[in-house]
């Protein structure tokens, strides 16, 4: 169990050490990125992780029969990790606690994202994709949604997710582009008291506090790059 541990900690530094400017391989971009890592504990951190120069985030593990679902709320500005810690109250970059439990992951309203209204008026956004892949021990696997809640306080979950995406099958592990699952919200909400149906970028559509619902089936690594269009 010992050996076991260590090398998946020895795994872990491997993959968190790697540069921000590398070749694409694996079917990702090639470029300058910026890296996330989603790890997947069984036993729930209890340190605060409120350093933004961490590029990590820790959720529940689960299992193969038992599923562990975690948020991550998102804010808008540049890419960076405010929270990493699911397990205790959320903090913003700017150390004000705006959940009572949850990681919190910065990013901006993307511009490149297909959507049927633009990037809310003053809010940051910048083009960019990102990309992601299962990693770890073989077996597990994970699905994000994008979610926010609308003017009675109802929590709205996009139709689009990474189904099918983060499954850490045997052998080679390619990326996935998640952009379209990551920064849109696809849904039917009410807005001023009408139900509308559209798809709408992160920070806008009158939706508010928004996050990444991660449902976790035993995956204890998923990797996300993020990459600025030129």
């Given at each position: 169990m010992l050996r076991a541990k260590c090398c998946l900690a020895a795994f872990l530094i491997a993959v968190l050490a790697t540069p921000v400017i590398a070749g694409g391989g694996n079917n990702a971009p090639s470029g300058s990125h910026y890296n996330l890592h989603i790890i997947g504990v069984d036993n729930p951190k209890t340190s605060p992780m409120t350093d933004s120069s961490r590029h990590t985030i820790f959720v529940g593990l689960g299992s193969s029969d038992t599923k562990i679902t975690s948020k991550i709320y998102l804010m808008p500005g540049d890419f960076a990790v405010c929270d990493g810690n699911a397990f205790d109250p959320a903090f913003d970059c700017l150390g004000a606690q705006i959940q009572a439990q949850g990681a919190v992951f910065q990013l901006p309203c993307n511009t490149a994202a297909p959507s049927d209204i633009t990037?809310?008026?003053?809010?940051?956004?910048?083009?960019?994709?990102?990309?992601?892949?299962?990693?770890?021990?073989?077996?597990?696997?994970?699905?994000?949604?994008?979610?926010?809640?609308?003017?009675?306080?109802?929590?709205?979950?996009?139709?689009?997710?990474?189904?099918?995406?983060?499954?850490?099958?045997?052998?080679?592990?390619?990326?996935?582009?998640?952009t379209k699952e990551l920064t849109t919200l696809s849904a039917c909400y009410l807005q001023n008291g009408t139900t509308i149906c559209q798809t709408v970028p992160l920070f806008s559509g009158g939706l508010k506090d928004f996050f990444w619902q991660y449902d976790n089936n035993g995956l204890k690594l998923a990797q996300l790059r993020l990459y600025l269009n030129p």
């Open positions: 990037c809310a008026m003053g809010t940051v956004s910048a083009s960019y994709t990102i990309w992601a892949r299962a990693l770890g021990k073989p077996g597990g696997s994970a699905i994000i949604t994008t979610c926010a809640t609308d003017e009675t306080g109802a929590v709205i979950c996009s139709t689009d997710n990474t189904m099918n995406v983060l499954i850490r099958n045997p052998g080679k592990v390619s990326f996935t582009n998640v």
